[in-house]
C-alpha cells in the first residue's frame, strides 16, 4: 500500500487549478480536497456543479519519475475503476463506466474525471488528476444540473460521510498505482471492460454528428467502432453519448 498525503481546503476555485498553480509545492501523491468549490471545472469547459459542502471534490497531485512509458492516456480509466471497486464494494452501488471515464448508475452520471497537466519546457512537472462525486447531493440540486446525474444519497436515501469516500477511494487508488504505472492499460483491461456498459450498442461520438456501433475497447484503452457502411476506426478523444 502506497503512502499519500491528504490537504483539506475549506473553499477554492478549483481544486484542479489550486494544484497545477502550486504544483511546485506539492509532492507526489498528494491529495488536494475542498469543502466548496466556486469554480469547479468539467470536461469541455463545462462547469463542474460545486456549492454543496457535502459533496467530492478532489485531486490527485502526481509527479511521474519516469514520464517515458507513463501510461498518462490511461490514467483516468485507472482512477474511473477504483471508484466503481469502491461504489461496488463499500456501498452497494452498481456503477458502469462510459468510456472513456464517466460513471453512471442506470444511464445517470454519478462522478466525473478531469485530467490536466502542467508542463514546463516541454516537459510535464505533475499531473492533476481531478475526481467529483456526487455523495449527498439533494435531487432539488441534481435538477440544475444539465445532463442526466444521481448521487449516493439519492441512490440509497441516506447520508454520507464525505471523508470516508474519499479514503475509501485514496486507499483503492493508491494500492495498485505503482503497478499500474509500470504495466499500463493491460494491467485494468478486463477489470475496465467488464464495467464498460455501452459495449454492443450504438452510441454517438461528441462532437460528431454520426452513430456508430461501439465493439470493443483495444489493449491501449481506445475505442473500435463500425459505421453505419462497416467502416471501422478507432476513437481515441471524444465522449461517448449514447
Ligand atoms: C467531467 O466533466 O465529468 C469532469 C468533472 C471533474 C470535476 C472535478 S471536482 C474536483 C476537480 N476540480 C475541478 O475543478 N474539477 C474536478
Redesign the pocket.
Known amino acids: 500500500m502506497s503512502n499519500y498525503t491528504i490537504v483539506t481546503l475549506k473553499e477554492v476555485?478549483?481544486?484542479?487549478?489550486?494544484?497545477l498553480e502550486f504544483i511546485d509545492s506539492f509532492d507526489d501523491k498528494t491529495v488536494i480536497?475542498?469543502h466548496k468549490?466556486t469554480?469547479?471545472?468539467?470536461?469541455?469547459n463545462?462547469r463542474?456543479l460545486?456549492d454543496e459542502t457535502s459533496n467530492?471534490?478532489?485531486?490527485i497531485v502526481l509527479k511521474p519519475q519516469n514520464l517515458q512509458n507513463y501510461p498518462f492516456p490511461n490514467l483516468t480509466q485507472y482512477l474511473s475503476v477504483a471508484v466503481c471497486k469502491v461504489f461496488e464494494n463499500a456501498f452497494d452501488i452498481t456503477p458502469s463506466i462510459k468510456w472513456p471515464?464517466?460513471i453512471l448508475v442506470d444511464g445517470y452520471?454519478i462522478?466525473?474525471?478531469?485530467a490536466e497537466s502542467s508542463v514546463k519546457n516541454n516537459k510535464i512537472e505533475g499531473i492533476?488528476l481531478?475526481?467529483?462525486?456526487n455523495v449527498n447531493l439533494k435531487q432539488e440540486t441534481i435538477d440544475l444540473i444539465d445532463q442526466k446525474a444521481t448521487s449516493m444519497y439519492v441512490l440509497k436515501n441516506k447520508n454520507f460521510d464525505v471523508d470516508d469516500v474519499l479514503k475509501r477511494i485514496c486507499d483503492e487508488f493508491f494500492e495498485n498505482y505503482d503497478e499500474f504505472i509500470q504495466k499500463g492499460f493491460e494491467y485494468i483491461q478486463n477489470d475496465y471492460i467488464k464495467r464498460c456498459g455501452f459495449l454492443g450498442k450504438t452510441i454517438t461520438i461528441r462532437e460528431e454528428n454520426k452513430q456508430y456501433l461501439a465493439q470493443a475497447i483495444d489493449s491501449e484503452g481506445l475505442l473500435l467502432v463500425k459505421d453505419n457502411s462497416g467502416k471501422e476506426s478507432k476513437i481515441i478523444t471524444g465522449d461517448v453519448l449514447c
Not at 476555485?13 to 494544484?19: E, V
Not at 467530492?56 to 485531486?59: A, F, H, I, Q, V
Not at 462522478?111 to 478531469?114: K, V
Request: glycine content about 14%; cysteine-free; proline content about 0%.
Open positions: 476555485d478549483s481544486t484542479n487549478a489550486y494544484a480536497t475542498a468549490q469554480k469547479g471545472r468539467g470536461r469541455y463545462r463542474w460545486s467530492l471534490y478532489m485531486t471515464n464517466d452520471k462522478s466525473g474525471i478531469l492533476a481531478g475526481l467529483g462525486v
